[in-house]
């Protein structure tokens, strides 16, 4: 584990945030924030909540739009990223209350994640033939291969605003997974879930992170489990980082210790 | 016969995704095919055609159109009498400027007008929903309303201000105009009416009717999986209106013969409007039992009592007739937002599992 992440610290950055600042109004959500995001690691946020974690997100995909501060993605410099540059760039994305497609089986939000791969015009997409049907086809496998995978079978035609939050979350991942990231980031993924859906969850995030090399920003409120999964963690208080290093230091930092018995007290 | 598909497996994904992958569907839909085109135009007479039958399509169509725009990407609109009118006048200039070419490419061409159009009073739709998006298409179907009224050379300077349907053959045969069949132009309606119908449904079920449904459900998450919300809220309104463009220029040339400015008021926008809340939001079976719903209940509705032997007023029919109508809308809006599809679904389902109770 700790030559994993030695290795991976090493290694090229993916995406890099630089003095980052925003402000609604008279809230600081993020005060001067800068960390990076090596190729392949799991890198996790953690502060208590109101800390900034969710804002940080909606900063790296485009949502939010810092007042200071710049983003640096495979190596190009982006003073504002926005969704759809986002997401045709390879990062992908989960929420922390889930946004799925709710009147949508769990098949059609997948292959809605596989959007951007698809390009056959609305002429062949009105007959439903030919090219159209097999680029269907070809999308349908890789979307399959995930359900296999997240072992979601049962539920492929289940409109997914019917499926209890568990399996909602699995499903959101699912589609985050569909548009084969190279950089995924995941807001609370296991919030609401019981041990054995945990379980499984924390399984798939280092399945992917593992198998496919996706590079993964998480945040976690459960520490076992950042320990556990993480090779590197960014803390942050009231919009500020406090911490930035390999888990087990973290949780010796006096910082880190101060800020969460601080809201515990 | 039983309503079953075990037995039935799909080895292969393209046996999967038909859009009827239950056998016993299959042969439903021919079956119905079957009797749409020979059944009805051999049992039903005149007026069965001119009164029913015709206009259900017609209206059929139009709920389709705006079932595209409000039930699948959930954009409300209240001009679809508007872009229908667009779709009959345009049909009514390029008719009149060439007379040789037949008559159904200019319906059908028709319906291009009424997609640009509607494509531009859609331009909007990118900033605002939801009852603000409603008030500026209302702002639409009365700007073109008044258009209509107004503009003498769309009319071709008619002094009764009317689209006087001139007779066009097809084949020898006449298909619009005073010397045309009921039959015929039942038939020539049919076969608009399943052809776009089957390109719609080709259309929903794939990449593009699932981008509409996902700005529908989440337009946020659908930006961010890549959708580009503008093309494809625009798109919408595009096929949308087209269809109801097509919808409009039939109900001209194959159902009513002339027309006045204030057939396309915004009464018609409410009675499609209400045939897709009733047949189902995001359903194309929705459209047309909607369709049949609210166009075919008050004619049977009027033809009860003189059955039953009562004498009534047929004033006071009409008003029992609103009342009827209204208070379905409003049992429908209450107890089943999706509308008749669904209940539709739910008796299949039913019948899947039969005898058991799940
Ligand atoms: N859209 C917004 N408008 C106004 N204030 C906002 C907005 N989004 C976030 N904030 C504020 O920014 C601060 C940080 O919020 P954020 O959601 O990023 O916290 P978080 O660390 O994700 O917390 P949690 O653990 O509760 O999810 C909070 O004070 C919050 O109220
Ligand atoms: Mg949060």
């Known amino acids: ?265 | 016969m039983l309503y079953r598909e075990v037995g039935q497996y799909h080895t292969n994904y393209r046996a999967d995704m038909r859009i009827f992958p239950i056998l016993q569907d299959r042969i439903g839909i021919l079956v119905i095919l079957a009797i749409a085109f020979l059944g009805v135009p051999l049992i039903g007479g005149s007026f069965f055609l001119d009164v029913v039958a015709t206009p259900f399509l017609i209206y059929a169509l139009a709920a389709i159109g705006l079932n595209l725009l409000t039930g699948y990407t959930g954009l409300l609109s209240l001009g679809t009498g508007g872009f229908m009118g667009i779709g009959a006048y345009t049909c009514y200039k390029l008719t009149t400027w060439f007379p040789g070419v037949d008559i159904v490419v200019w319906i059908l061409a028709g319906g291009l007008a009424a997609a640009a159009v509607g494509a531009l009073f859609g331009l909007p739709s990118l900033r605002i929903k939801g009852f603000y998006l409603l008030v500026a298409t209302l702002a639409a179907q009365f700007f073109l309303q008044w258009a209509f009224e107004r503009i003498p050379w769309l009319y071709n300077n008619n002094i009764s201000g009317t689209i006087e349907v001139p007779t066009r053959t097809l084949f020898g045969l006449p298909i619009t105009g005073a010397t045309a069949t009921p039959v015929t132009r039942y038939e020539v309606a049919l076969c608009i009416v399943v052809a776009l119908t089957w390109l719609a449904s080709n259309l929903v079920h794939g990449r593009i009717g699932r981008s509409w449904m996902a700005v529908r459900d989440m337009d946020i998450a659908a930006e961010l999986i890549g959708i580009k919300l503008l093309p494809t809220k625009l798109l919408s309104f595009a096929i949308s209106s087209y269809l109801c463009g097509v919808a409009g220029a039939m109900l001209v040339f194959l159902w009513y013969g002339s027309a006045e400015p204030t057939v396309f008021s915004i009464d018609l926008s409410f009675t499609i409007l209400f045939m897709v809340i009733i047949g189902g939001l995001g359903s194309l079976l929705g459209a047309f039992l909607g369709a049949a719903l609210i166009h075919v209940l008050p004619i049977v509705l009027r033809g009860v009592p003189p059955a039953l032997g009562l004498n009534i007023a047929s004033s006071t029919v009409e008003h029992l007739n609103l009342m009827i109508v209204g208070a379905l809308i409003i049992l429908f809006l209450v107890a089943e937002p999706f509308g008749l599809a669904r209940l539709w679904q739910t008796g299949k389902q039913k019948l899947r599992v039969w005898p058991f109770p799940y």
């Not at chain 1, 982006?78 to 989960?94: E, Q, S, V, Y």
């Not at chain 1, 979350?169 to 084969?180: F, I, N, W």
């Not at chain 1, 296991?190 to 798939?204: H, Q, S």
């Open chain 1, 1 to 265: 584990m700790t030559d994993a992440s030695v290795n991976v610290a090493a290694g090229e950055t993916l995406l890099a945030v630089d003095g980052i600042s925003l402000r609604f109004g008279g809230v600081t959500a993020l005060n001067d924030v800068s960390f990076d995001i090596k190729r392949g690691e799991i890198r996790a946020i953690i502060g208590p909540n109101g800390a900034g974690k969710t804002s940080m997100l909606n900063v790296i995909n485009g949502f939010y739009h810092p007042q200071r501060g710049a983003i640096r993605f495979r190596g190009q410099n982006l003073t504002r990223m926005n969704p759809g540059f986002a997401a045709r760039n390879g990062i992908a994305r989960t929420f922390q209350n889930v946004a799925l497609f709710r009147g949508m089986t769990t098949l059609d939000n997948l292959m809605t994640g596989r959007a951007l791969k698809m390009n056959r015009g609305l002429f062949w997409q009105l007959l439903r033939h030919g090219p159209a049907m097999d680029e269907e086809i070809e999308h349908r496998r890789v979307v399959e291969d995930i359900i296999d995978f997240l072992e979601i079978e049962a539920i492929r035609r289940v409109p997914v605003g019917r499926l209890p939050y568990g399996l909602q979350k699995r499903v959101e991942l699912g589609r985050a997974l569909a548009m084969e990231p190279e950089l995924l980031l995941l807001d609370e993924p296991m919030t609401g879930m019981n041990l054995e859906e945990k379980e499984d969850m924390c399984r798939f995030i280092l399945e992917v992170n593992g198998q496919f090399g996706t590079t993964i920003a998480l945040i976690e409120h459960d520490m076992g489990v950042v320990m556990d999964l993480s090779n590197r963690v960014v803390v942050l208080d009231y919009g500020r980082k406090i911490a930035d290093d390999v888990p087990a230091a973290v949780k010796q930092d006096a910082a880190v210790i101060a800020a969460y018995l601080g809201v515990a007290g």
